[in-house]
């Protein structure tokens, strides 16, 4: 039988039904699509999907126990290398990653490899408590982690698994970072973040919540405190704002703030949750990345009439991934392109309720290789929103940064670590994640988490043999 | 889980809480904050540390119940749990020895001048207190003020108590009768903050207050907290919460404060409606 070309369809909710509710847009698999999608995987000897994945999952080998309907032994195998399968199967950006690698997609659509780590993380979730893998001794070292983000969660488990004892410091009263307080609990329900968050307590690690590291006790205080490492993986949570007139009316979010109240304080069960949000009937989100889609499409889900995408450049430089912004496509987000507000205006009470924009064109490439915008001069003109949410990127919380002396950062203010180990310019002192990149994704975040990991071990036997020689 | 180890009621509506949170008394100091969320449905909430015992590992706060949180807040019992704090939050107050200072608090804000008066008397300023309320029965921390005081002053608005009139009288008539005053400190409801400071600001004097916008998370990643100082944007729960006064934008701070008003009216209906043990009226 020929291989098909096309991805077997995942089921979703239709988008009419779901911009009235909060529930996972995606379905998942059901067993016999899973095996169907797993019997296109040609198996190649080469597995070229493998080098797309930043933490080295043995991408044939668990496709092979899916067809063979061995979903446990395919989990374990994505679990080897990923302690947060559920969560990579949903929101990594498969297309640039092993899916773009692989063979498949010369002729057509690569296998569905997200979907399918996805089906059996999801299996093994609702069969309860999973199977925890066999723990060394342990080593009697100490590795205090910062942030609960994917890229923190990974060391920490990884540390764990090799015996060390780990101590997760989290500013926030959960777990999990941006996973909770940022992406939606209709792409990613927080009950499955919080299953895999349990998963990394049950291997031995203790999670502090509450604990904002700078302020309630500093990197140095660990280090003289019994930690013998420390993992900082603190994200880029920091919202930029545009530094336009207006920016501070009433009804102006960051993308963060916004976010953050709908999914981390839940309030779009306000007010039996007593967070409260406020949307209008036009919404104009400004970006057009992955931060900037979420937000558009929980304004339609909070009650917007219209919510819109403002970019400044065109659909083609839109970092968002494709597959989100089809999503918002979907569901009726209508998209501005190559414009951008100079001045936000309020009415008496100081509520904002209209932009003036600029028209854009686009000029030579720039440093990131995208046409630049350039503003058309005299193109202004007026734009009505009655809720403005800006998500034109965030950098680094400078907490941490500035109350740890000879941490050593980069000129966009990130800290500065070795790429293959995480390691900065204070020994004992490793970092990862986006407080390395800038924002970046799930898995890059969890690939750095992985390699400091390995470091943090390397760096505490070494010091263990310098200590007992 | 965070036990309530004291509880004690200050006067009508106003309430004092000591909370066992030992790595936060371990760091916190005058003009800092912390966050609280009493339950899991419940709202991020920032009070000021009005007091901390570093070795029984406590921080005393004290507040006003002015809507569905802090009346819950208020109705929770000694032994009882709050579900997450989180601090010591905010640039600690700058304490300096700078001379003869005077320190002023409106209504509840008199609990977070306490600690601040009490420093700047260590620091071996000279510290004239101005506090201030409704009425006599409002008043708080009175004898705790005088003790950390070289002088103290007292208004209250009906004159049931101390000077009838406004706290920002009580100052302009001291910094009329002191030839000098190097700072001043006021912390209250923002009109009477934004009083201070055009009191103030025809003597010169450096003047700080306390910001108290609406947060969520306190560590500066969402600028819920923004307020705009000297023109520029500021995250008070970071770069505050203490500003220079006269560089204050007053008119966005107050309606920044009342961007949930209806929100809040319908949190407080709803959950009083359901007849649970919420007592609100
Ligand atoms: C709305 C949104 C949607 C996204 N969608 C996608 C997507 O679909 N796919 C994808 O791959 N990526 C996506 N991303 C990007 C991705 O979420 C991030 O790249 C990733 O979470 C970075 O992980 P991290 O561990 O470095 O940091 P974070 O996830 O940011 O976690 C950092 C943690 O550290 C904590 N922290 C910060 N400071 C302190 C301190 N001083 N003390 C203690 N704790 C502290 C924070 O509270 C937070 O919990 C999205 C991001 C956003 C905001
Ligand atoms: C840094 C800081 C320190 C503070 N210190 C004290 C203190 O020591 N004692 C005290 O009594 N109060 C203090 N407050 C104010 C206190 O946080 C609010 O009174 C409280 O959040 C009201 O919640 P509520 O649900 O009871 O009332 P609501 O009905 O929700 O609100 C009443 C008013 O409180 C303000 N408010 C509401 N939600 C928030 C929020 N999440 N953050 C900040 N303000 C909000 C709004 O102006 C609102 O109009 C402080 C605020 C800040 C920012
Ligand atoms: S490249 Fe595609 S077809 Fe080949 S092994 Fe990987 S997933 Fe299967
Ligand atoms: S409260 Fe979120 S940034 Fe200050």
């Known amino acids: 039988m020929p291989v098909s070309l096309k991805k077997t369809p995942m089921p979703c909710q239709p988008p009419e039904e779901r911009i009235r509710n909060f529930q996972e847009v995606a379905l998942g698999y059901t067993e016999e699509q899973a095996r169907m999608e797993a019997e296109r995987c040609l198996q190649?000897?080469?597995?070229?999907?493998?080098?797309?994945?930043?933490?080295?999952?043995?991408?044939?080998?668990?496709?092979?126990?899916?067809?063979?309907g061995d979903f446990e032994s395919a989990i374990k195998k994505i679990k080897e290398k990923n302690n947060l399968p559920a969560i990579c199967g949903r929101v990594c950006p498969q297309e640039n990653q092993c899916e773009k690698y692989c063979t498949l997609s010369k002729k057509g659509e690569p296998v569905a490899i997200g979907r399918l780590e996805r089906f059996v993380a999801d299996y093994e979730l609702a069969r309860g408590e999973s199977e925890l893998p066999t723990l060394p001794p342990p080593t009697g070292f100490k590795v205090a982690v910062v942030g609960s983000g994917p890229a923190g969660l990974t060391a920490a488990a990884d540390l764990a698994r090799m015996g060390h004892k780990v101590t997760v410091f989290e500013a926030l009263h959960v777990p999990g970072g941006v996973l909770m307080y940022g992406i939606p609990e209709f792409r990613l329900p927080k009950r499955i973040v919080q299953a895999e968050v349990d998963y990394i307590r049950r291997l031995g690690v203790e999670i502090r919540t509450n604990s904002v590291v700078g302020k309630m006790v500093t990197v140095d205080e660990l280090l003289e405190n019994g930690y013998d490492a420390v993992f900082i993986g603190t994200g880029a949570g920091l919202p930029y704002f545009m530094g336009i007139p207006g920016e501070n009316l009433l009804g102006v979010y960051s993308a963060n703030e916004f976010l953050t109240r709908t999914n981390l304080m839940k309030a779009y069960l306000f007010p039996q949750y007593l967070t409260p949000i406020k949307v209008g009937e036009r919404v104009a989100v400004i970006g057009a990345g992955n931060v900037a889609m979420d937000a558009a499409r929980t304004a339609l889900r909070l009650g917007a009439k219209k919510s819109m995408i403002v970019y400044r450049r065109s659909a083609e430089e839109m970092p968002a991934r494709?597959?989100?912004?089809?999503?918002?496509?979907?569901?009726?987000?209508?998209?501005?392109?190559?414009?951008?507000?100079?001045?936000?205006?309020?009415?008496?009470?100081?509520?904002?309720?209209?932009?003036?924009?600029i028209r854009y064109e686009l000029g030579e490439p720039d440093a990131s290789g995208r046409r630049r915008p350039v503003p058309v001069p005299g193109s202004e003109y007026h734009m009505e929103a009655d809720t403005v949410v800006i998500a034109i990127g965030q950098g680094p919380n400078p907490l941490v940064l500035?109350?740890?002396?000879?941490?050593?950062?980069?000129?966009?203010?990130?800290?500065?670590?070795?790429?293959?180990?995480?390691?900065?310019?204070?020994?004992?002192?490793?970092?990862?994640?986006?407080?390395?990149?800038?924002?970046?994704?799930?898995?890059?975040?969890?690939?750095?988490?992985?390699?400091?990991?390995?470091?943090?071990?390397?760096?505490?036997?070494?010091?263990?043999?310098?200590?007992?020689? | 889980m965070y036990r309530i180890v004291k509880k004690k009621e200050l006067a009508k509506n106003i309430k004092l809480i000591e909370v066992e949170a030992p790595m936060v008394a371990a760091k916190a100091a005058a003009g800092q904050f912390v966050i609280l969320r009493i339950d899991e449905p419940g709202e991020r909430i920032p009070l000021t540390i009005a007091d901390f015992n570093r070795e029984q590992g406590t921080i005393t706060m004290i507040f006003q119940e002015v809507g569905y949180t802090t009346r819950k807040l208020g109705e929770l019992k000694e032994g009882d749990f709050l579900a997450d704090f989180v601090g010591p939050l905010g640039q600690p107050s700058e304490i300096e020895k700078y001379g003869r200072v005077v320190c002023v608090g409106g209504g509840v804000g008199v609990a977070p001048v306490y600690p601040i008066a009490r420093a700047l008397k260590e620091a071996g300023n000279e510290v004239i207190s101005i506090i201030g309320a409704r009425n006599r029965e409002l008043l708080i921390l009175e004898e705790e003020m005088r003790a950390v005081s070289d002088e103290l002053l007292v208004a209250t608005d009906d004159g049931s108590y101390g000077r009838k009139g406004f706290v920002t009288e009580l100052l302009d008539e001291?910094?009329?009768?002191?030839?000098?005053?190097?700072?001043?400190?006021?912390?209250?409801?923002?009109?009477?903050?934004?009083?201070?400071?055009?009191?103030?600001?025809?003597?010169g004097i450096p003047t700080i207050v306390s910001m108290n916008p609406i947060m969520v998370d306190g560590t500066g990643m969402c600028g819920a907290c923004r307020v705009s100082v000297g023109g520029e944007t500021k995250f008070a729960c970071v770069d505050g919460p203490e500003f220079d006064a006269h560089l204050v934008d007053w008119d966005l701070a107050l309606r920044r404060l009342n961007m949930y008003r209806e929100e809040e009216a319908q949190a407080l209906a709803y959950h009083s409606g359901e007849g649970g043990n919420c007592r609100c009226q």
């Open chain 1, 402 to 469: 500035r109350t740890t002396p000879g941490l050593e950062l980069t000129k966009k203010g990130t800290i500065a670590a070795d790429e293959e180990t995480g390691a900065t310019s204070r020994p004992g002192v490793f970092a990862g994640g986006d407080i390395v990149t800038g924002a970046a994704t799930v898995i890059l975040a969890m690939g750095a988490g992985k390699k400091a990991a390995r470091a943090i071990d390397a760096y505490l036997r070494e010091k263990g043999r310098r200590s007992h020689g």
């Open chain 1, 44 to 68: 190649c000897k080469k597995a070229p999907c493998r080098q797309g994945c930043p933490v080295e999952i043995d991408i044939p080998a668990f496709i092979n126990f899916i067809k063979q």
């Open chain 2, 174 to 203: 001291v910094l009329r009768r002191n030839g000098r005053v190097d700072r001043v400190w006021a912390i209250g409801p923002v009109v009477m903050m934004r009083a201070v400071a055009e009191v103030t600001r025809p003597f």
């Open chain 1, 322 to 357: 494709k597959e989100e912004v089809e999503n918002a496509r979907e569901e009726g987000v209508e998209f501005h392109f190559l414009t951008s507000p100079v001045e936000f205006h309020g009415d008496e009470a100081g509520w904002v309720k209209r932009m003036t924009c």
